[in-house]
């Protein structure tokens, strides 16, 4: 029978033992699409107000219990050491995988958004029951993705190969997509090594991706394991140096293997700085390089506390003879090319 025939509201509530019923995640949820998820407002709420909307069960063909609605739920009422939950039953004659999928899937769309890792479980899901041309016709623009195949295989690649703490890592934002299509051209070790490493010294998410992009073009360029790249002592002591916190020695970390990597760009920012030093700004003024010296637009930053002491700086700026030379100063600074 298609779900759009099963009329739910008709099917009768009854308490079914926690026990009873299938979840266990990583082989007894097929209808799970969530990911990462906080249980913590969901109990409270239980606690509150108690179980509102009883989850939807089926029955399979082996007599067991899978949830198709509702595997937060549970887990929550498992959680406050209830014994049963107020559920409703239907049999696989009732209710084929596919139609528990979907019905699924479109319970979830209307009620919240899906982080990366979720759609990555939907469309493996999804995989089992439909073509791949009708996976992205038909349903990767219901999850907000364009229609590509390739795509689809991304995610695809992403639930098969990651790791639980990287999926976590992509679910909650922490890890971009660029950087998951960087760790996925890895082998296993790699990538759970260089992963560890900066979850280890908390590198925040821009510096995360910088980093790993960074040490796979020094492992392929000059032929050594990523693993044997960061463990070289000058990245050890920096890891292990005790005059710095964590953010400190994410960022030295950083320029050190980018001074390895584009050497002499390295060196022609410091010669740029060094000329910007010598041009005698008022305290709180800073003038900012364009990342990689891509482009020819400069920063000004400028701090003050008030009114008067920003059009203190901004006239001692103005009467800077020395920014008049801006321009031939960085040209005595040098040039890059890659």
């Not at 000329?275 to 637009?297: F, Q």
Request: aromatic share 6%; net charge neutral; charged share 25%.
């Amino acid at each position: 029978m298609s779900s759009s025939n099963i009329r739910i509201s008709h099917v009768p509530v009854s308490e079914t033992p926690i026990q009873d019923i299938l979840i266990n995640r990583d082989n007894c949820a097929p209808y799970l699409m969530s990911f990462g998820f906080d249980l913590g407002p969901l109990k409270e709420s239980i606690q509150t107000v108690g179980l509102i909307n009883p989850p939807l069960l089926r029955r399979n063909e082996k007599g067991e219990l899978e949830v198709v609605l509702g595997y937060k739920r549970i887990l929550a009422m498992a959680e406050l050491n209830r014994n049963t939950v107020a559920s409703r039953i239907l049999s696989h004659e009732d209710m084929e995988p596919h139609d528990a999928l979907l019905m699924a899937l479109y319970d979830n769309l209307a009620t919240r958004l899906f982080n990366p890792m979720e759609k990555a479980l939907i469309l493996t899901r999804l995989g089992n029951h439909f073509s791949d041309k009708e996976l992205c016709d038909r349903f990767m623009p219901l999850l907000g993705l364009p229609r590509h195949v390739e795509l689809y295989r991304f995610y695809l690649e992403m639930e098969k190969d990651f790791s639980n703490p990287i999926k976590e890592a992509v679910a909650k934002g922490q890890l971009q997509l660029k950087s998951a299509r960087l760790l996925l051209g890895l082998d296993v070790e790699s990538r759970e090594y260089l992963f560890e490493f900066t979850k280890k010294l908390m590198f925040n998410i821009n510096q995360r991706h910088q980093l790993i992009d960074i040490v796979i073009d020094l492992a392929n360029i000059g032929g050594r394991s990523i693993k044997e790249l960061l463990k070289d002592p000058e990245v050890m002591a920096l890891v292990n140096d005790p005059r710095r916190n964590m953010p400190q020695k994410s960022r030295a970390i950083l320029a050190l293997l980018r001074a390895k990597r584009f050497p002499r760009l390295t060196h022609v920012e410091n010669q740029i700085r060094k000329k910007i030093a010598s041009l005698d700004l008022p305290d709180g003024v800073k003038i900012g390089i364009p990342p990689y010296l891509e482009g020819s637009e400069y920063t000004l930053e400028v701090s003050f506390k008030d009114g008067k002491s920003l059009f203190e700086k901004l006239k001692d700026i103005m009467d800077n003879s020395n920014l008049e030379n801006f321009q031939s100063l960085l040209a005595e600074a040098g040039t890059w090319s890659e």
